[in-house]
Structure formats: structure tokens, C-alpha cells
């Protein structure tokens, strides 16, 4: 509930035209959807030039039978946004298309570089204008400024960039695929007939039809041309895949470095009821964020899961203002409260995270009102006390509610009756890796890389 | 999973001018939005004169800040649909608004009528043409044809039409809510500061902070004008209310007639797995249908619940046409399973009903292809066999499964190691209300009402 | 320049099945479109249904060739039409379809009936209601309340209705066109290859590349069906065409009841001429109301004319609402003067009429700036003193300059020179015609039926 | 009527802040419409940062009152494009806003550059990227690689690009207007209340209600500032002010560099008539591109005008398919003969140009069907032999009709009796210039710039 991540992106490279391709690619962006829900685009090549479509708004509202049909050929590449509202931010919509030396270049990119505002100023020194406030745009002008080989110019480029990046490229006859060397962002491989497909999470390749292969490698740059499929490593550093694509963001069906999401997320509440038992009478999720790691809860401890709140589906898209009366019912007008099982219990609260504490408070408010006896608050991840800057927009650290209150205070705000986080070697435990192969930043300060002195999302815009 | 639901609707009688009561509306609909996708409107009285909006698509398509800002007054209506698609379906929108003899008239409607085909040849013969294909017109005409008193009209009203209604009618100063004597559809009442709220469902109430006051009785007619609240009762008949309330259509967080939704479908699964026991590892839900059941069956028999399917929330409104190898996806673009989970177990998989078998049948194949060691399908109500002729598309009849084979066809049709139904007397058990007091047609063929020779919804469309 | 036309419209009859005759219908009501530029529609029988699209604005925003490729069949009829924004008003928008006793039927009209609001009435106290504020759903109701026999209730139509009227109605399999017994407004048939048209001007039959056949007769009703063209005659009054048509609506390239338009135009400008000689540079015409009448003032006296006055073509559709600096420049923004040409001229300014005065007054002042010497404004009608109840938006009574004040005050209020007006003989005589055929009503006030007490357009939405 | 031109512009300069400033610009736009109808765009400055919107269609249709109302500020530039449609085309739409080193940018250019290619192709191989396919990008990144003084850079610019173009640059304090050494295109000063204007042509400052001060001299930067206006004279070469925008392109109530458009037409339609007299009954324009020249026909030889072709003005922007029938109709759906006044008259037939004779043939035809006695063809500019490649969309060469035929041929093929064009020194008598001043090369092959190779408007788009 807390986060907004940024970004999904899919390719496809197919040995043969394809009319359907960009349909493919389609289907599989609504399987990302939940990554990014404020624009999207679809960019095809058919060997001879690229078109693309992009617009703001969800995939089913930007694309229509007509804007589909237009987009034949052998390569594509797809991408869902998350991004801010505002009345040129189509500018920034993926994929960013532009002409070079070579011919024509279409960029997608999941992450956030913490070196792109000082490589833009460079290249402004050089005479280089941007047209857009993407790091996407900085991408591509090293792209076009290295020589005519692309790969050796993929190389070159994850040298000078730095940060999370999981990137897909595409030329004319080309598709690349980069994940940073670090491994921030997750992204796969599978195929379907004579067709390659990279997405950022396996599900999408279920989705389409598509049977999984591998992930990519961090530091790998996979290329896929006429000659079928090669690789590189350019680089090998310290693993940090973000343990949040696996709190949170990605789809629990999604299989990322090995890893179920859906497991690791019920293994981190079964592990949480170890950790902070509490004697109650139901398991109520914090829907849809807390669903798993409640069932995880319910099977550690026996106490059976009850839909104590139930999600109004639709209202998450209205873009009314509403009148006082309703503002002031906050939560109330995207969760209810299942009165006649919630009365008189001793309840578990679950959720996967906390951030600003005041949604948290509200529902504990709500389960009260209620008549719920008791509420206790399971959290199945650890406090967030620190900022991001590798492509998840949480929100600045003071208003980060663990970074600067402790357990009791936190419990006090939200009004429970007693609150438990999930500790980091949980949580670690419960995703199954090692923990030096994680990024876990945001629960401990400890960025793999130093972090930008003030590394903000809108620095470009706000000279 | 299998029917469609026609209409939810929503009413507010405000004792003072409110500029935001068609915002207010607009909220309350999202809450109905499960009852109608196709089209929204909103209509709205200053009492001097009655001002609407409506269009095809949700809620949050068809109402901008602009249009909600242009309705504003002190009674309201508002109407979700779900409705053919075609060319000129706008007409069929509602509320429908028209003048007559006294004035103007806004009528919002959820049911069906059984004679609206025999009161419309009649009032054609006298000359009257018609615009839409809507019950909702022939009820308007009625009233119109009537004298001047409106609560006299709306009796006579009752008098002549039958079938199934919950029914607003608006004129400048006044609002009418209607239930048919035999309530097949719910309808409530509620209030906020000095303004009364009638709903298909409680749910729309506490979305827009609204109390819950009681249902409107069956054959009753309340009356909401400067006086207050009024009522009168028009006629007892035996009461019918629909049993697929329960089963499917309203939300789990409604209260009907005094019947929590929730409890009602938890109560079935419970039921359901003391009719069926199984010897499984896993309840495993379809997603949203047979989420409450499944809780049920897990906690009528210990075995733990878990989320292996996942259902692709976004995809659900594409207009778009998929290539061959798309469509041959099927329900696995909706659906995907969680492999890690099913794979070698014993599953036990739940939904609310199966109408035709075929989504079933390929749910079964697709756990089966993930390693599911079985499959036991387990429905928590009866076998469908026969149509709906009071406001709910099920298909014809000869598209129900359960109306040309027996359950083990069916087991052999879906692929199931077994499959069990709820009984009828375990679903009136489940919700708690005197088998007499429900319409459960669908399971039995005993209508409450003589059904039509050829009761179909096209039926003005087709001559 | 100073009244609003109220309405166009064609129809097609055509022996075979023809997948494009929306799309010439389409055409066609580009040629009408400077007859109503409000809204516009078309619906078209294939013998089996009727159905139609219509829509706000010009017709080229309206349709697309989706929606006219929907349209396919053997019959159609074409909408444009003048009237009220408004949040509803596509409500008002024809075609008008309904369903009746027998079966469907589209009515399109130009005109205006000064008994409507009585027999709606009438109707409205049998229990009829009512959904747009339009004749037409009068018109329609009146022929679904007379018998089966669709002839014969037009009949009884052209008896019950009184006023002005052209009009198309059409079945599923017949088209009828029917012009009042006064044939106010224009109507024609043409054909081409197998197909009957009828269009209120036959400039429309010319863009079609349909032959001009005959007008429709005053009184007439002309019946297209499977066995031909037939024609009966109703009754027969005292015909009384709008002179106004010549003035100023119809296309200067219509012939209508065997007057061309243009002709008339240009004698009235050369008697204009002769009836109010003046010693001047340079004939100016007010663009493009006063084209011809300028050419034929030229042509009576040899003074030269020049494009003293240019024309802002686009400015026409723009919505915004104008800054006070720009609404400050009034009728500059759609009128430039040629300063070259006008300097140290003595000017003939010509136009086809003066309503309130307002625009001459300010085109005067415009060219004086200019350096005009003198100022000469010649009408190529005389003055407009009455208001018409008869299917043309004039402005109310009090509003016409020439209702309150005489030729010498109107001189003073417009700063012009000298005014002179073309006499009622003058321009009977331009016509040609004899002055008992003609409606003159606006210039004498002797209106052909009584006008209606209150005969307002909105009337129908007022109460 | 043969050729279309390429973009119109205008900027503003306001000593204060105008909530209004957009508002200004758009009916300026309105003005300058008829220079290109394909996209239209604004920007504006508040000195802090410049907002844009910019579509496809007319200024009508790309603005609305939000996002007019969402663009205040100090300075504003606007701009109509003639452009290619195409799925991305709104990418090309101007003005072109960018950042780079010291901030934003926004141009806006008229004209063509003959050498954009190469410095393109220049700027790639040091690795620049283009996003878009206009001469406008290829500017902003030589003023961007310029230094960090904005004149400096405009002067550099200047020296490196070659062709016709005026231009607006603006950053969020500055305003520059260029126009080339040779002033190939038109751009003209004026002034209201505290604010400068810059203008394409001299109608638009009458329509917003400025002053004309004066034109832009070629070769010269003007800069507007918070010091006021200052001017640099960067180069003197050979001006060639383009003879089109007399012939056609420019509104005849505009003035360019000192001479009125409608005198210049209007005189060579009366040197035309001298160069070729003719026994006729009736000087007929070719609607409107003929007007002007035909009444200058009309007062040399004392033969009457009349409006024998009546321009249908509403089909312009349909994008209708028509079906075959209709297609063969041709020129007829657009232009309508006036029977009445043609038929058994000599005609003497004027236009602008004749490019590639087609059109003229079709009218030619028309005439005579319509009973014209003869028809004379008589056009008030020499032939068009050669293409132009400074921002003018004339056909190839090759379809050019006097390219390939003789005068004779000529007649023969558009069936006229006789055609008679204006000559070289006629024109430029009409216009009353020196011809050293003046671009004839569409009529002389003498290229004021050396024409590139192939010097095609889509070369970037081809490769």
C-alpha cells in the first residue's frame, strides 16, 4: 500500500514479421500494469524504420484496435509508467524514440540513475538539448554519442551510468537487454514459438503464453539479432536486488532470481507470527498489500483468515475532487469494514509495510468502530527508516514514520493494541537469499551505492 | 464468475441545496459498480428543474469534475448498468428523464418485467412511440398516463406491471422509492446529516458515510419530500428475494434484508464441506467468486487456504481484438497459477456456481499442467438449471451445463477427480432466511411468477 | 449576417441496397451545412431496422467512417440543424428515431409549427411523454397516434400541425416528403442512377451529382416505395415561401421553386441601385452576406466594387471566451478592412439586411478609421420590423432596430452617410415572383397564419 | 489554389505579466490559419519557465479554454504548421521546446532550410539525437552548441544555415526574431498597449487589435527584452522576398515589406487583362484564389464580374473515403457553376497559377456542360516550371504542367478556348518592386541559393 514502484517494461524479438506483435506485447503490459499505471507505449521495428504509440493513462486507454494495427513487424519493445501528472508529461512517456548517427533508437528503462543529472550537464556543456526529463533521454545520448557498434556502445554505457537500470534497447534489427550491475530492478527471458521475450517479471511471460528461461544476469547485456541470442558480462559487482519487489511490489505469481514472490511473502508472515505471536481470534489483511503474508500468519499460528475488509475496486481511479464530507471519510471510501466478523474479536492487522503510519491509523480506527476488541498490527517486513534512489518513489525520509519514532510511538499513532515488525533476517530468511546479495537500504541506511547528495526524481525539472 | 447483474442504483433526498450531491452520488456508485459496467448516469433536481449526465463506460469514464460541477440540487439519482453494447445503447442508459403533464420525471431502475412487451404493445396501440428499449420507459409512460398524483400514479403503477424492481422515480420535489411485492431485488435506506439515501446495497451506504436505516419493505413505497420520509404499502405477496444476491452479484460487505453477504457465503463453504469432504492439501479459491466460500471450506475442515490462482486485474475491460495464439490462452489471460504452491498437491477448488463448465474446465486443465496432484471442484450452491426472467442475463437455458447433464458428466466435462454442489437446503441453511421467503427458480424451476412465454431481455430489439 | 437558419436536410430513396448511401448522404449535407451548424445526424433502413448516428457540431466532427460504414441500406435521411447549446441538447439533435405501433420511424424537419406546444399538450394530458423540446417528437407522436395506414396519417398530420414545415419521414421501407400548404420553407427532388433524393436546396442535389427533377408542391406529400415515386396532394392554401431564403438564407447557387437565388440577389442589388443612386469610389460588400447584392449595385451603376471588407473565415468556431482587450475589438476580429483600397474613397457599403444594428455600426466606424471619405450603406431588403414565427431565429421584436426607429435614426445609429433600404416592390420584383406567393411578414407584419400569442422556441423547456 | 504553404508564426513581448498573453496569441493564430492547417501550438514564458500545448487540426480544435487559461506569462510564441499526417506527426508540431545549458528554449520557423540535412548528419556523428524530423531541431541544436550568449548564438546560426526561414526564438526572459539575408519569407513588428508583436503577416496584428511598426529587414535579429527592442544587422545578401505570397499564399489584407497584397493581385489582374484581352461576357473567379485578380480583370476591360463558381466552403476538412461514385465527381463536390449566369456567355476564367492542370480542367469543363458559349482561361501569374525549395510544398517538377508543355498544349489540355498567362514583368510591375528584390525562380529556374541535389522536405524521414 505505502509505495509507488516505477516502471514495467517487455520486449520481444521474433525470427519472423509478426502483425500481431505489438498485441502480444499488449496482453503481456497488463500483466505489468501494477507497476506503473500512468502511461504506456508500445514501439515496433520492422527491420526498415520503428513507429510507436504511447499516451498517458492504463494500457486499455491508451491503445485501441486502430493504434495496435499500425504497429507490424519483428521487434518490440513495451513499457508501463509510473510518473508525476502535468500537462507536457506525455514528453516523458516511454519509449523515448529518436534518430541518430546509426538510424532510429527506441529506449525502455525500469530504475532510476544517480549519476544522470551530472552526465546531462556534461553533455549540455557539449550543446546537447533534451527534450524530456527522463533518465531515458540521458540513456540514449550515450548510446549516440559512443560509436557505431551498438554493443561496444552498451558497454561503454554501463560504465559512465550509475544506479538501478534494467533497460531494453532496440534498434532496427537489434534488441538489448541490460540489467546494472548491481541487479536492482529484476528482468527475465522466455520464449514462445520462434520468439524471445524479456519482461520484468515472469508472470507477464505467463501471461502471453511464454515459457520462462532464465533471468538476466546482473552486469549481463543479452543481444538478440538475426544470429538468435548472445551475451556479455561487463561488469561483476555486488548483488542488491531489491527486497521490496518482493515486499511489495511485484506480482506474488512472479518468479524473480529463483524466488516465488508468493512464497516469500507467505513465508515472511508465518515467520512473523513466530516472531511476534499474539493470541487472536482472526487474521484480517490490509488488502491487497497484506494478503499473503496473513494466510502465512493464519497457517503459523492456527488462527483462522477472515476478509475483516473488503477493497471498493473501482474507486482508485476517479480523478474527482471530492467535497469535504467525503474527504474527511479518508479510507473508508476505498475499504470497508466487515462489521458482522470483525465484532467483538481480537484481531491480527496485517500488512506488508508502513510508511507514513496515517493509512495504518485510520483502519485500526475503523476495526474499532467496529466493535473489534482488540487490534494488533503484523507487519511483514522491517520499519522503513530510509529514502530510496534506486526507482521506488517512497517518500522523503522525515516522512517516514519509523525514522523517527520507535515501536511504541509508531503503536501509540496508529492506535493498536500492540504492533510487530518483521525483523531483517526474516524477512531475509523468508526470501531465501543471502543477504549481502539483497538491497536492503531502506531498512538500514546501507546503500550499495553512495547515495547522491540530494538524488530527487525531479532534479531536471527544477532548475 | 458466470452471470451478469443489471443495475445498481442510488438515491438522495437532501433537506437543503447540496453543490455536491451529485459528487456525493458519484461515489456511492462506485460501490455498485460490480452491478453494471456498460453505462453511469446521474440525474439530478434543484427543484426547479431536473439536469443529467450519462454516457457508456465506468463510473470514473462517464463523470468529469465539469459534468458532476453542472448537477447540482437537492434530490439526486444515479444508475450503473450493465447493458448490450451497440451503436445507439446510449439511449438505453439511465436515469431516464422525460416531461410529462406535470412536469418532469427521472426514473432509475434494477429488475425486469415479465409484461413490459404487453403494456408497451398496448400503450403503442394509443399512439405512444417509444425511444428506448428500457423497462424504464415503459414505467415512465405509465406514470404519465396516470393523473397527477404521483404516489397514486406509482400504486397504480404496482398494480400493472410485474416482475422483478427496485425502482427510484424523481420529479422536482420529490422522490420515490419502490420495491416489487415480491423484493426479488434488495433496496435500502440510510442517512447522513440532514439527507435520506436509498441504495441497491448497505455497502454504497458506508462508502459515502451514509447509516444504515432498514430496507425498504417488498411492495412498499417510500416517499422523501419536504415532509420528510413517508410510507405506504401497496400489496403482500410472497416474498422472493433472490437467492444469487447471496450466491454472486452484491458485495460481501452488504447487509440484505438483514443477511450479511459475507456470512452467507462463508456459512455455504463451511456447509459445502461437510456435504463434500475431500481429503486435500490445499482450498484453493477462484478469484473473486469463491474467495468467501473457500475461507469457508478451509475453516469447516482445517485444510489451509492459499491463493493459487492469481487473477490479472487489469485485463478485464480490453476491447481488443487477440491474435489466434492469444485467444488460444483462454482463461490463462486472466488466471495464472501459482506453481510453486500447487505443484504436487491435493487441491480443492472453490467457486460460487458453474453455468456453462467451460471456464471451469480449463481452470481445472491449467492446475492440472502445474502439477496438481487432483483437483476436487467443490461449488457452494446448487446446479443452475434453469433461466432468469427477473434481472440477471444467465445464459439460455440450453447453455447451462447442469441443465442437460448430471454431475458426474459434469466431472468428466471439467476434468475434475470429483466435483460436489452445494444442496439447496445447505444455501438456505447458509443464509439463514425461510426457503419460502427467497426466489431459488434457478435451481428448481418454481417461479414465483409465471414466466413468459419467451421472457427476453431483446425482445422489443428483435421484432 | 443577422439571422439564424434553422435547418437542412435530404433523404435518399434508392431501388437496390447501397453500402455507401450514408456516405452521400454525408456529402449532401455539406452543401446544407450554412443551414444549421449545431448539430447533425443520418439514419438509414435497410428494410429490417433503422438505424442512425447523430451528433453535436459541424458534420465533419460529427461522423467518421466508422460510423458511416455502420449505416448501410436502401433508405436515408440527413439532419443539419441550428439550435440552443446546452448540456443536453443532443437530445434535440435529428434524426429523431422512434418505435411505434408500426415498427420504426426517423423524422428530420426544417421549420417550426406555431401549435406545437398545444397539441403537446393535449397529448401530454392523455399521458404521452415527451424526450426532447423538438416539433419533430410532436410530429412523430401525431403519426403513431393515427392509424396503421402511414399515407393516411400523414394526412391527418398536415391537418393537425400549423406553421411552417419541410419534412422527411421515413420507415423501415418508405420515405415520405412533406412540405406545408403554405410551402414556407424550400424542398426539391433529383435523382441520379436508381435513386430518388429530395434536399431542402438543390444546390445539395448538384454536390451529389443528382439532376434537379421538380420542387415538392406546397401541400404536396410525395411517397417513395417500392413501386416508384407517388404524390397526393392535401390541400391547398395561399403559398407564402419565405422571402428570406432569397435574402439571405439559401445558397446563392439553389434554384428555388424556379427562382435562382443568386439572380434574385443580384437584381436586388442593381434595383437597389436605381431605387437609391449614390456618388461613390467603390462598391464594398459586407462579406458574405452582401456578395451578390454588391456585384449587382455595381453592375446597376458601374461604380467598381473591391474587397473592402476581408473575411477572418476561421475565427467563426472558436469557443473561448475572449480577454476584455479582445472582445473590446468586436467585429475586427472577423473583419479586416483593405486600408489601401478604402482610404479617400467614397464607399457603397452593401448587405443583405440590418437586425440590430450593432455589426453595421461598427463596420461603419472600422472603414472611417480607414480613411473611408463617406459612408453609404445600401440594404439589399427592406427593413425587418416583425418577428418570425416561422422556422428563423430573428431576434425578439424589440431588438429589431427597424421596429423602433426610422431611416434617419437608424442612419445616426450605424454613422453612416445615407441609408437606403430596397422597398417591398423592389425586391418582389428582384424575385420575381408574385408578392401574394411570398411570405413578407417580417417586413409587414400580414403573417400568412396567425402567430401564436407567445410563440417561443423555448417554450417548451421554460415551464 | 495548387500550392500550400508552410507555417505561420507569432510572438509576443509584454512589459508585464498577461494572464491573457495566450489568449492574444490564439486569435492571432486564427488570423494566420490559412498558412498552414495542420497542427497549431503555443508556448509561453512567466521568466521562470515556459509551459506548452500543441496539437493536430486547427487552432480551434487544439485548444480549449483550460489549456489556454494554463498558459500565462510574459512572452508567448505561437505557430500553424503545414505538415505531413502521420501516426507521430504530432512529434513534428511546433513550437519545439527544449532544455539545454542555460535553460528552455522554444522555436518556431517558417521557411525551409537547404542545407538542415547536412548539419544534421554534422551534429549526429557527434552523437547528437534527434527526436523529431523539423528544420526547427536542427536550430535549437546549433543555438544550444552556440555559447551561453543568446544574440551571439542567433548570429552564429545565421552564418551557418542556409535557406529561407523567419523565425522566434525564445528563452524564458528573451524574445529574438530572425529572418534571413535574403527575407525569402515575410515577418513583420507591430505594437499594443506595452507589448510587441511579431507577425508572419500584418492581418494578424489587425486582428488582435496592434499597431504595425514595421517589418523585420532581411538579415536582421530583432531582440525584445526587459531593456525593449534593439536590433542587430547580422548580413546583407541579395534580398529575395518570394513572389508566392503576393500570387497566393499571403491574405490580400496583409502588407509585406511595404506593398499590399490585394493592390499587387488586383493589378496584375488588370495587366493581365491587358497582356491578354478578350471578347467576353463575363470575368468568372476561381473561388478564392482567383477573387482579387478577377476584379482587376474586371475594371481593365469593363466586362462585369460574377460569381459563376460557387465554393462549397464546409467540405474542405472531411476525411471521409468517398465512395466511387462520388469520387468521380471531382472538383464538383467542392465547386458549383451558377447555371443562370453562365450559361450562353463568354467567359473569361481566372486563377492565381495553373500547377499541374487538372483542377482547371475539371472547371473548364463544368463551365461548358452549363451552357459557356467559350471559356478563357486567364491567369494572373506566369507559368510555374520549377520547383521551390525554400519552403513551398509546389509539386515535384516533373508535375508541373508548364514544365513539360507549351501554352498551346496547355489550352488543349484543360479544354479551354484560350489561355492567356501574366508575364514576368507584368507581375513584378504589379507588385512594384525592383525584380533583383523579388525569388522568381519558380518561374525562372535562377535560384537565389543553389538548390541542393534533391533537396526533398522528407529527406530525413526517407533514409
Redesign the interface.
Known sequence: MPVKEACGLLGIYSSRMD??IA??V??GL??L??RGQESAGIAVSDLRSI???KGLG???EV???K??E?LTGKIAVGHVRYSTTG??SLNNAQPL?????S?E?AVVHNGNLINAFEIR?EL????????T?TDSEVI??LI???GTDLVESAIQLTEKIKGAYSLLIMTKDKLLAVRDPHGFRPLCIGS??DAYVVASES?AL????ASFMRDVCPGEIVVFDKSGMSTCNVSVERKSLCIFEFVYFA???S?IDGV?V??AR?KAGKILSKEHPVDADLVVAVPDSG??AA?GF??GTGI????GL?K????G???????Q??R??GV??KL??????VNGKKIVLVDDSIVRGTTMSQIVNMLKDCGARSVHVRVSSPPVKYSCYFGIDTSSRKELIASSYDIESIRKFVGADSVGYLSIEGLVEAVGMKDRDLCLACFTGNYPLKAPRKGKKYL?EK?
Chains 1, 2, 3, 4 share one sequence.
Open positions: 502483425r500481431s498485441k502480444t499488449y496482453y497488463f500483466a500494469q501494477h513507429k510507436y504509440h492504463l494500457v486499455s491503445f485501441d484496435e493504434n495496435l499500425d500537462s507536457n524514440v529518436v534518430r541518430y548517427h538510424g533508437l550537464q549540455e556543456k557539449k550543446g546537447f538539448v533534451f527534450h526529463t540514449a545520448a549516440a554519442k559512443s514462445y514459438n508472470a505467463d501471461t502471453i503464453g506480482r506474488p505469481d518468479v516465488s508468493y512464497m507467505w494478503n499473503v494466510i493464519s497457517d483462522p483468515v477472515g476478509m473488503i471498493n475496486r473501482y474507486i481511479r476517479t480523478f474527482i475532487q471530492p467535497s464530507r467525503i474527511n471519510l473508508k471510501l470497508s469494514v466487515l462489521k458482522e466478523l531536471f532548475r
